[in-house]
């Protein structure tokens, strides 16, 4: 088979989509377009999102201090202690 005649090269020049304008290069000095503007859906998830994730170490902490302090001043009372 002759190297010029290569039936997948052929195929793919029939079935490749044509450059789309938006995909090429913009000449130089020319403006970008201007994105389109739309409004913000999840602004309010992502804003109680980035709450969190800010608060998380607090809680952990919190949590540690917590679990620490129970431990200190656990009375005894029903944790296998028998006293009388």
């Known amino acids: 088979m002759p190297p010029d005649d290569d039936p997948t090269a052929d195929f793919?020049?029939?079935?490749?989509?044509?450059?789309?304008?938006?995909r090429r290069e913009r000449p130089p000095g020319e403006q970008a377009p201007e994105r389109a503007e739309r409004p913000e859906r999840w602004g309010r998830t992502r804003a109680a999102g980035r709450a969190a994730a800010q608060a998380a170490p607090y809680?952990?902490?919190?949590?540690?201090?917590?679990?620490l302090a129970?431990?200190?001043?656990?009375?005894?009372?029903g944790s296998g202690d028998q006293s009388s």
């Open 12 to 22: 793919l020049d029939e079935v490749r989509a044509e450059e789309t304008p938006w």
């Open 59 to 67: 809680l952990q902490a919190a949590a540690l201090v917590a679990w």
């Open 70 to 77: 129970s431990g200190a001043f656990d009375d005894g009372s």
